[in-house]
Structure formats: C-alpha cells, structure tokens
C-alpha cells in the first residue's frame, strides 16, 4: 500500500470522526440544553451590571434569576436603588414601593482625639493594624483610619479626613454596604437621613479606661440615658444606645452629654 493511499485512509478515518464527534456534540447539547427564562434576560438589562455582589449573590445575573424565582427582593439592588426596583416590578408585574435612603454611619469619633500607643508603620489596611497587638489607638474599639473602608468601595464614596475618620460622599453612595463589610472593628453601619441623633463611640470599655485614651468617647455615666424624656437611651456596657423609634430628636442628651459624643445630624 502506497504512503498516498495511508494518508487518504487517515484523513478520511479522521474525517469521519470529527463528524461523529460533532454530531454527538450538537445532540448532547439540545438534550442537556437549560432554557431561560426569557424574564430573567429582562432583568439583566435593567440592572446596573456592576455585578459587586452587595445584593448577596454572585453577582447582576444570578440576582435576576433569583428575583425571577421570587427568591430575591425586587429591591435587592442597592446600587441600582428605586428606579431600578420600579423598572424589575414593571417586568414581573409588581408593585414597589420607594424605602427611606440608607447610608454607612461612623460610630466613631476618635480619630485624632484618641491617642495612639505606637507609631505604626506597614501596609496601610485597617485589619493588618489590628492583628498588632490589637491595633495602634488607644481604643481597640473604634476606628483605625487606615482606609480598608476607602478600598471596598467600588464606586469612590469614601475618603479619609484630616482627623483619621472616614467620610462618605451620599452623592456617590449606593448603599451597597460593602464598606460595612469590610470593616474589621464594625464602627460602620447604615443609618437613615430621619435618624438624627446618634452615639460616635463604639467603646464598651468603663469610663476611666476610655476617658483615658479619648476626649469623645462615651463613659457609660447614663446622664443622656436619665434625662430623655422619651425613654429612648440605655446603657448597655458602659455604651450607650438610642432606640430610633422612639427617639423624637430633642436634643436633650446632646446637650447634656459630658463627653460630647452624642451629635445631632
């Protein structure tokens, strides 16, 4: 047998089984083929597409199928916000009805009025400062500054202030709350624009150890706790915690606060 004649053989032996294979291929995938519903490609359009995952899936698709499948709130998109929950009710046939804006609230005012106990220096993040030996402040409740929050935030809502604090931009907020997740000593929390008054300490340390270490932090004396005249405030821990619902923004325990950590917004 001539070498020409092997070649032919070998080409047409592969050939035939390329076909075979594609043939198989092509029946495979109308036998295995998962239809979509043609409401979660809908969806999908009208998100965002940051795909960030604050809605606590994998990302904008699977949030769709979700919201498809009515295991997920029309809502569920911080970064899309109202319109963009409108627009899903719209295709699903639903009605929405508009939440109360919700940004990340610092409860912490330390900053530069908390003293530090060592000069840190290393990677800028505020959880590699705590792993040594419990962070840098004088309080190992409140914030480190060190711009872990800054990082999270795909959209550059929060900057770092001359005093060591964070500051969010609501104009740029979405709400997304990965800055919240991101912090490692929880002094970030989301709060409503109607909320006006609020502690900035998050130490639950006794009074002399925190008055200590910082001119603004809450010393647990209960003096806001007995003079609201809502019942609003109590003292758990040495921290004090007001109650939104009830509290009607009086002022009162801002004024009488001796420690001036307590503000009105």
């Known amino acids: 047998m001539s070498l020409t004649t092997l070649l ?38 009208v998100l965002p ?27 569920g998109c911080p970064v899309g916000g109202f319109e963009t929950a409108k627009e899903i009710g719209g295709i699903l046939g639903q009605d929405v009805s508009e939440a109360e804006k919700e940004y990340p609230f610092l409860r912490c005012n330390g900053g530069t009025n908390c003293v530090d106990r060592f000069d840190y220096v290393g990677i800028q993040d505020c959880t590699a400062v705590i792993m040594l030996s419990d962070g840098e402040k004088g309080c190992n409740y409140g914030c480190m500054g060190r711009g ?11 900057t770092i202030g001359e005093d060591r604090l964070p500051i969010v931009n609501k104009n740029l907020c ?4 990965l ?13 409503k624009d109607s909320e006006k008054v609020h502690v900035e300490c998050n ?26 005249p809502e019942d609003a405030i109590t003292v758990t821990k040495f921290l004090a915690e007001i109650d939104q619902d ?20």
Not at 148 to 158: E, G, K, L
Not at 179 to 191: Q, T
Not at 208 to 214: D, E, H, Q, R
């Open 8 to 45: 032919i053989q070998a080409m047409a032996t592969l050939g035939g089984l390329g076909l075979v294979i594609g043939i198989m291929l092509i029946a495979a995938s109308r036998l295995f083929k998962v239809e979509t519903n043609p409401l979660v490609e809908e969806v999908v359009e």
């Open 148 to 158: 872990t929050c800054v990082r999270s935030c795909p959209f550059d809502a929060i």
């Open 174 to 177: 979405k709400s997304c709350g």
């Open 203 to 228: 130490s639950h340390d006794k009074g002399k150890t925190v008055k200590a270490v910082c001119e603004v932090g809450c010393i647990g004396c209960k003096i806001c706790e007995k003079n609201c």
């Open 179 to 191: 800055c919240i997740e991101a912090c490692p000593n929880d002094v970030l929390m989301f709060a």
């Open 246 to 265: 009830k509290c009607t923004a009086c002022g009162i325990c801002v004024e009488k606060c001796p420690q001036k950590c307590i503000e009105m917004r």
């Open 49 to 75: 597409g940051a795909n960030c995952g604050a809605c606590g899936f994998a990302g904008c698709a699977d949030f769709a199928e979700r919201v498809v499948n009515e295991n997920a709130p029309l809502d």
